[in-house]
């Protein structure tokens, strides 16, 4: 069996073959299901109040990707977008940015203008990869990758070849993230793994280290697009293997869940999970990251409530 | 503030109402012991005195057995099994309905966390009186022939570690086959039985089914040598259970004995590691390791024992040990003075028998009885600390190189409650499950209880079992 140990001094010897990257990734310890959702399931029992849950609504609105991945976006819409994410609640000027705005390729141009000087603060990043499906030549993946970063994408999300995977061409999977990669440039590359149709939490830690081996900079659950999208014990596979990973590479690698968290008290059992299983040194934006379009009024409004005592309305915060 | 730091979560103890001091229960109403004496119950965490608490002498607990006897003759044996069970049904909702109450007031007198009295044993004990209640009126298919009949008078003694829990294991099969109980609860832990017995009131339960009795192990000695009682169930120390057996044998009782442990909780190469590592820490620091059951030798393979031991350390360093009201809580207060003393002689023991000692840095509060998670490793199997049952959140770590070897050392204990097996290997479970002399055998998790599920142990962990088909079997008359 080749342990993690192996992998701190081989890494070019693990990806060199077909054969060894089989080997490897069937050699990574196995998740015991009822296991890895028993303790998804107790963390998110922690009681989170008071200052603990300033803080984390918070970090929780710096993290997020405000995302719009409609066919029917319009440049109007992530203009909209746009001043949300630089400001928003206008009316409290002490609410935290979000992290990056997320759209579709061709927007991305759209998206650097309306952040106008602000950009880089706030981030753009953009689906590449034949999103949703990924289910392009890698000539086409590659393209849509350059086409994003020269319209002014920092970060590139990429979905992998689901079918490839499963089928266990692993080389194949690897070699499109390298190459993706490549053509991101200095652009960050976020992975996206699509664990709702890896189906089994074996296949996600093994999709998590495939994706770090090749390069990826961020390993993320979901499109938003196939249910069941993010969800705890996922999340926990895949910070088990980051945090695995930086032990034996000393590379850190972000994670983001996206899809399916709506609301504040969502949101900070994914913090909670973070906090007691990575720690620390991912509880940044630069490490972790929430992929959501609607949860931000919700936490918006919980902020609201601790600030003033009362909830306001829904119609009190800005649709986009 | 810089870093995520959860805000204390405290449960609120209005909801309970402790009384100044507590009569005992006999023959539905709470009564002054004979001889006026009275001993106190204190919150481990916080060494407040709760209560006075009544110490019933041999003169009290003969009336306890005479109303229980009374009720039994009168009126408990006379109903029908439908009968029965509608008053145990009765019972089990109202411990759901009031089960923050009893949730908190658990925690206030034991010390454990508000997190496991709240999700895990109160839970249990109202699932235990629905699961004994549909047995009531099936007890001709219980395996004891088509009309079995209960022993009579139940004398049952109970320990601190799981009070509420434990009262339902004796308590729900008992009533469902027809006997009726005294019951002894632990004198550091009397008030959640005390809860109980108010109860057993609002359920409208006929005076004397249930009888309960507060006091320390003289009054537990008075009850199980009473000439009126038919069975006796015991769950605590091996030594107490031994001069119980002894006091029994040659007499017509019937007794079940649940004893200590000292269960090995094995880690093979191939298991799910970071779940093996949730599986250990559930195993041990689960109720401050105050479980008979707990996973108290870690067994691990020799070519995984540095990747166990690393996850686990930093696993250890997540831990939060503190006030057991607080909702974010893991590991709670020690039970007593008395067993924090024992504990620290035994991990003292452990030290100067060469073992490693290994404690995750974590601040304990000033009062109270407060011990940290505490980990030994290079324990061999000669260390007592690998032989005796410490009881308290300290686990130590040995290794072995082949599945014969595991089984070998696991076996080799004088004790055999539970064992606990992480393996990817369907086929190696299997085959551990029927070589370990253990009662219990958990596959890739531990500490799992369930109300359908026998438990008992095997050597000096006692005799019987509790729970399940073969937990009601041991209060019946019958062909088996």
Known sequence: MTTLDDARSSLPDITSSEASLHRFLHGLPGVDQAGAEARAATLATRSIKTTAKQYAIDLAISMIDLTTLEGQDTPGKVRALSA??????????????????????????TAVEALGGAHRTVKVASVATGFPSGRTSLAVKEAD?????????????MVIDRGAFLAGRYGEVFEEIVAVKQAAGDAHLK?????????????????????????????????????????????LVMLEAVRDFREATGRQVGVKPAGGIRTSKDAIKYLVLVNETVGDDWLDPDWFRLGASSLLNDLLMQRQKIATGRYAGPDYFTLD | M???????????????????????????EFVEPTDGSMFKSVNPATEEVLAEIASAGAEDVDKAVQAARRAYERTWSKL??????????????IIQERARELAVLESIDNGKPIRESRDVDIPLVAAHFFYYAGWADKLGYAGAGPDPKPYGVAAQVIPWNFPLLMLSWKIAPALAA??????????????????????CQQAGLPPGVVNIVTGAGDTGRALVEHPGVDKVAFTGSTEVGKQIARSVAGTAKKATLELGGKAANIVFD????????????????????HVCCAGSRLLVQESVYDDVLARLKRRLGTLRVGDPLDKNTDIGAINSAEQLTRIRELSEVGEAEGAERWSPECELPERGFWFPPTVFTGVSQAHRIAREEIFGPVLSVLTFRTPAEAVEKANNTPFGLSAGVWTDKGSRILWMAQQLRAGVVWANTFNRFDP??????????????????????????GEH
Request: charged share 20%; with cysteine; net charge neutral.
């Open chain 1, 84 to 109: 949300k994410a630089l400001r928003p609640d206008p009316s409290d000027r002490t609410v935290p940015q979000v992290a990056a705005v997320c759209v579709y390729p061709d927007l991305v141009a």
């Open chain 1, 145 to 157: 990758t350059r086409d994003a970063v020269a319209a002014g994408a920092d970060e590139v999300d």
């Open chain 1, 191 to 235: 992975v996206i793994l699509e664990t709702g149709e890896l189906a089994t939490y074996d296949n996600v830690r093994r999709a998590s280290w495939l994706a770090m081996l090749a390069g990826g900079d961020f390993i993320k659950t979901s499109t938003g697009k196939v249910a069941p999208a993010a969800t705890l014990p996922v999340t």
């Open chain 2, 2 to 28: 810089t870093k995520f730091e959860y805000a204390p979560a405290p449960e609120s103890r209005a909801i309970v109402d402790i009384k100044s001091s507590y009569g005992l229960f006999v023959n539905g």
């Open chain 2, 80 to 93: 029908s099994g439908r009968d029965r069970g509608k008053y145990l049904f009765r019972i089990a909702r």
């Open chain 2, 178 to 199: 027809g006997n009726t109980v005294v019951l002894k609860p632990a004198e550091t832990t009397p008030l959640t039985a005390l809860l109980f017995a108010e109860i």
């Open chain 2, 270 to 289: 191939d298991a799910p590691i970071d779940q093996a590592v949730e599986g250990i820490v559930n195993g041990i620091f689960f109720n401050q390791g």
């Open chain 2, 452 to 477: 359908t599920s026998p438990f008992g142990g095997y050597k000096e962990s006692g005799y019987g079992r509790e729970g399940g088909r073969h937990g009601l079997l041991a209060y019946l008359k």
